[in-house]
């Protein structure tokens, strides 16, 4: 667990995405500053942050403020903020990250505007084809990172060898697993099973002498807890991630009209309440504070758009986690030495 970092790293915030900004942004933002010691930069309007602070009560004393005029709303498209939107908080934030030697960048904003500001600004690592996005999946005691999750719709067999060897380096260092077994999300498991563009994928992922390519896994197989790393397009990717969010949320609906259904299962509750608690914890989005965008000079983190400080925090906590670890110069030496 990361407490602190070196004073020459810094966490940009995007102070105006999201559904709950700038409050709950702010407050997160101070709660990092005070919990894990983070050197902390605000990005937004300048007044809005100051009275949402001081109508909360938020103390921002020691957090640096990157004024800025415009901000981008949920649904305008990234060309247009990149052609038009220069001084809002996501173009800044990522722009003033890139200029930093060791920063990272967090926006609960527009994330389609996020990856073309970050990727304009911060740019791809040398020989990245694509970025992609890499999220952790909770499973049980276990966990899985799920790449790419939404970033590329259209992909080429060398972005998902690519997206094997991300996934691969953040699996082992932020997940702490040696070896980690990658797979290729498909359906079926035959090597030869599936479209073009997996059957092909698997014959250069398989030809990597440092991956522990396990084959394929079909998506019923991936809450089995056999693959640590799975690799498929954004869009299959974005699919699975939003029907586990989906599923979680059912989940956890039908066992609350189960326990409240009757008076012997309210009673029953209380005995497992605990228990309940505890496993809601480990599928709640806010634990794990967002997704990184990997293949870039610097950690760039997309957290959920509708993130409260206790997400904001955590965002940081992954953030700083990935500095200190150093992750997009370990991609990069992958990289490199595959080329």
């Not at 909360?56 to 415009?70: K, V």
């Not at 060398?158 to 040696?178: H, R, T």
């Not at 797979?183 to 099973?193: A, D, F, R």
């Not at 698997?202 to 019923?220: S, T």
């Amino acid at each position: 667990m990361v407490q602190s970092v070196s004073s020459n790293h810094s966490v940009i915030i995007d102070a105006m995405g999201g559904d709950f900004a700038p409050g709950e942004i702010i407050k997160g933002s101070a709660e990092a500053k005070k919990d894990l010691n983070a050197d902390i930069k605000l990005v937004g309007d300048l007044e809005k942050i100051k009275k949402s602070a001081d109508l909360e009560n938020i103390d921002i004393s020691g957090i640096d403020i990157i004024p800025t005029s415009q901000e981008v709303g949920m649904d305008e498209y990234p060309s247009y903020v990149l052609k038009n939107k220069r001084d809002s908080s996501i173009y800044r934030g990522s722009e003033f990250t890139a200029g930093q030697n060791r920063a990272a960048f967090i926006s609960a904003g527009n994330t389609g505007a996020v990856m073309a500001c970050s990727l304009f600004n911060i740019k791809r690592i040398v020989n990245i084809a694509r970025p992609a996005i890499a999220v952790v999946v909770p499973l049980g005691d276990r966990k899985f990172v799920l790449i790419d999750a939404g970033a590329n719709a259209g992909c080429k067999p060398l972005y998902l060898k690519q997206f094997a060897i991300m996934g691969k380096v953040y699996s082992e260092n932020m997940l702490g697993i040696k070896k980690p077994r990658v797979s290729l999300v498909n359906i079926g498991e035959e090597e030869k099973k599936g479209n073009e563009l997996v059957v092909e994928s698997y014959k250069l992922i398989k030809e990597c002498p440092d991956i522990n390519f396990i084959g394929n896994v079909e998506g019923r197989e991936l809450f089995e807890g056999i693959t640590d790393v799975a690799v498929c397009d954004g869009f299959i990717g974005n699919v699975i991630l939003k029907l586990i969010e989906g599923m979680a949320g059912f989940f956890f609906k039908e066992i609350r009209q189960i326990l409240e259904s009757s008076v012997i299962a309210k009673i029953s509750a209380l005995g497992i309440r605990s228990s309940l608690v505890e496993m809601r914890k480990k599928f709640d989005y806010e634990e794990y504070g967002g997704a990184q965008l990997l293949g870039l000079n610097r950690p760039v983190i997309i957290a959920h758009g509708s993130s409260r400080s206790k997400a904001v925090k955590n965002a940081v906590k992954v953030a700083m986690e990935s500095l200190e670890l150093d992750i997009a110069n370990k991609i990069r030496k992958e990289i490199s030495g595959l080329n």
